[in-house]
């Protein structure tokens, strides 16, 4: 879509009055300026001041029961990766920054990411990340629910989902894809294994079929479950494994500089790291330090 374009969509949501079509058109603008633009710091800065409702009203009518809109709270500074990772995001980053030069060279553009590794160390905080970070709608479809609730009807629900949601650049999510995408999927006779063996050919059709302005992260807790053909699809694979000392004490000091005031670095006790994932030592340094502050307001002995 030309940027014109953009321009009267914005200019018709606030017209409008249409608060929510004015924050995705902005949104839209700002994936598409280049990093070092004035604009897309100073849209960032106005969209981060103002509380944005997150509403289903941004997704085509038909798909508002299939997917979830998310508003990511934490950006790219809050999430703590292995340097490897670290280093691909970036590029990545780069890479979606100057997507029409790369159109303009008649080269592709990457923009599918596999995310894997044991519960609780930041797969889903990463993919709101990334698209707090390209001021895009952040979509999650969760195949398990979707398995649930529309089992019976092919995957038609799914391949609607994915071309609804290619109407704008957007982030998708697609979380546990291991419920349907694994090698033992649709093995069996049964008719609800011929149904998941259906679904499992709309889903790589449309993987397949998806435009570059849409982010495609797709996450899983076994990626040894799932067929290699999904994983030939991803342009990236990215592991976050259980947090070692190194990735703790960062995060640690991540924590330090939001709350200056409490003493983790130099008063909590030393963690058990081994074992944990990063959620788990999340919760177990702000218990430590709720019953640090709780701790202050009792009066002093005489």
Avoid at 34 to 55: A, F, G, H, Y
Wanted: aromatic share 6%.
């Amino acid at each position: 879509m030309a940027k014109a374009d953009h321009v009267f969509n914005l200019a018709r949501a606030a017209l409008e009055n249409n608060r929510e079509q004015v924050v995705a058109a902005c949104s839209v603008i700002l994936a598409g300026e280049p990093p070092n633009s004035t604009l897309k710091e100073r849209l960032k800065r106005l969209l981060d001041r103002i509380p944005r409702q997150v509403t289903p009203d941004i997704l085509p009518q038909n798909i508002q029961g299939l997917v979830r809109v998310f508003e990511s709270a934490l950006t790219l500074g809050d999430t703590i990766l292995p340097e490897q990772v670290s280093s691909s995001l970036k590029s990545f980053l780069e890479e979606q920054a100057h997507r029409e030069a790369l159109h303009a060279a008649g080269l592709t553009v990457p923009h599918k990411i596999l995310l894997t590794g044991p519960p609780g160390n930041g797969k889903t905080t990463l993919a709101g990340a990334i698209a707090h970070e390209l001021g895009l709608p952040f979509f999650v479809l969760d195949f398990s629910t979707v398995l649930t609730s529309y089992l019976g009807e092919t995957g038609s629900k799914i391949a609607k989902t994915f071309r609804g949601v290619t109407a704008q650049p957007a982030v998708l999510f697609l979380d546990e894809i291991e419920t349907i995408l694994s090698e033992r999927a649709g093995v069996g006779n049964s008719p609800d294994v011929g149904e998941i063996k259906r679904i499992v050919s709309t889903v790589l059709l449309e993987i397949d079929r998806l435009p570059d302005h849409v982010i495609l992260v797709g996450a899983t807790n076994h990626s040894e479950m799932l067929d290699r053909a999904v994983v030939r699809r991803f342009d990236h694979l990215w592991l976050l494994p259980a947090p070692d000392d190194q990735l703790v004490q960062c995060w640690l000091r991540r924590f330090a500089q939001r709350f200056p005031d409490i003493p983790v670095l130099t008063e909590m006790p030393a963690i058990q790291v081994s074992g944990q994932s990063l959620s788990d030592i999340e919760r177990e340094v702000e218990r430590w330090a709720r019953r640090w502050v709780i701790a202050q307001q009792a009066p002093a002995n005489p």
